[in-house]
């Protein structure tokens, strides 16, 4: 099921059974994508790395995952463009920069808790209800339907990836470094440069982030370099040195130690499996 506006955005509601059911709809601009399991067992690969799903479990793509349908034969399927959804608060968590969709070098995925799955499922027959309607409110509807689905979601994923351990607005911080960090990898290597762009000192990122028990700011952009030289050595034809070049390397062989320190073998060798 499909919604269309008059200024290109876009909504898309699937059950997905198969890879074509995934694949199914409009080629959309940017689009973000929520997948729900409503199984145990059910296999995705994201970027070179298999996930095996557990039951009711949530898991937020954006345009930059290179997604492969392994095994699904029973999940639900929430996609949307930018211009459908970022017109609504998108400075806030819940907007298209929320922490749901750009956790930089992680994929962000949670577990709908026994609770409040009757909420998730109400508003899933929400949304198969009014996208059966044709009128001018129907965008409008959408729209707010969405961003409360969205809101039960970052609430569920700021439990569960301990995001409540932050101080009341100190988590955006976090966020809006991860999301800085998507924008800017190829050309910004160093916690003090984005700490600049934070206005904030490089260690008040570092306490923000142990408070997490993740990553340190510095990991972060070192693995999404990592991730994205991984991305193009499968997915491009690109020489290994034009891949060193693009995400910030001056030179072919301070890239290949990079790259072999964090996935144990050179780039090389890495296309060759």
Not at 27 to 42: A, H, R, Y
Not at 166 to 175: M, S, W, Y
Not at 248 to 257: H, I, K, P, V, Y
Request: with cysteine.
């Amino acid at each position: 099921m499909i919604f269309k506006g008059r200024t290109d955005e876009c909504f898309q509601l699937e059950n997905i059974h198969c890879t074509a059911c995934y694949e199914k709809g409009a080629v959309l601009d940017s689009p973000l994508t929520m997948l729900w399991f409503e199984q145990d067992g059910q296999r995705i690969t994201v970027d070179n790395v298999e996930y095996k799903s557990i039951k009711n479990q949530m898991v937020c793509l954006t345009e930059f995952h290179k997604v492969n349908i392994d095994t699904v034969c029973n999940a639900k399927m929430i996609r949307f463009n930018r211009p459908f959804y970022c017109v609504v608060d998108h400075d806030s968590e819940v907007g298209c920069k929320g922490i749901l969709f750009f956790g930089a070098s992680q994929l962000p995925m949670f577990v709908i808790p026994d609770e409040d799955l009757e909420r998730f499922q109400t508003i899933w027959k929400m949304f198969e209800i009014e996208l059966q309607s044709k009128d001018d409110l129907q965008l409008e509807m959408l729209q707010s339907m969405l961003k409360r689905f969205i809101i039960l979601c970052t609430r569920v994923y700021k439990t569960q990836n301990n995001y409540n351990a932050l101080e009341t607005g100190k988590a955006d911080i976090v966020r809006e470094y991860n999301f800085l960090v998507e924008q800017n990898f190829k050309t910004i290597h160093t916690v003090a440069e984005y700490a600049s762009m934070l206005n904030k000192s490089p260690k008040t990122l570092s306490n923000l982030f142990s408070k997490l028990g993740n990553k340190s700011p510095l990991k972060y952009i070192q693995d999404r370099r990592w991730l994205e030289a991984k991305r193009l050595l499968r997915f491009t034809s690109q020489t290994i040195k034009e891949i060193a070049y693009e995400i910030g390397f001056e030179d072919l062989q301070t890239f290949s130690r990079f790259f072999k320190n964090l996935e144990g073998v050179s780039p090389t060798e890495f296309r060759e499996k």
